[in-house]
């Protein structure tokens, strides 16, 4: 099974950023970002794939997904600029033995996640 660790999450004020980093045991192609508010359902918020990145309209402008596979490293990346307190939010890392995908897809292997916590 794929294991996904997520790490960098933390407590900022409403303008900071934070990086997360999310740890693959496996090459996979598409990956993404989710996130879950206290009370609220799970939401996309990035993805990348073949065809390239896909972003929620919430965070467009604000973050950015990459990866890093040089040398048998395969981590994904979560760039968070100007972090507001409503992006605060478990955020988890996902994955998917597909070569594309979106929002929607079913990402079969999840990590544990990483608490963001953004005040005003």
């Known amino acids: 099974a794929v294991k996904l660790v997520e790490s960098g999450g933390g407590s900022v004020q409403a303008g900071g950023s934070l990086r997360l980093s999310c740890a693959a045991s496996d090459s ?7 996130r879950q508010a206290p009370g609220k359902e ?5 993805m990348i794939d073949v065809d390239g ?17 040089a040398n048998a490293k395969n981590i994904l990346y979560l760039q968070m600029n100007s972090l507001k307190p409503e992006d605060t939010a ?3 890392c ?13 990402f079969g292997y999840w990590g544990q996640g990483t608490q963001v916590t953004v005040s005003s």
């Open 53 to 69: 990145t896909t972003y929620a309209d919430v965070v467009k402008g604000r973050f950015a997904v990459s990866r890093d596979n």
């Open 42 to 46: 799970r939401e996309g918020v990035a």
């Open 94 to 106: 996902a994955a998917v033995w597909a070569s594309t995908c979106d929002l929607t897809s079913d």
């Open 28 to 34: 996979l192609s598409s990956m993404g970002w989710f």
């Open 90 to 92: 478990m955020y988890y």
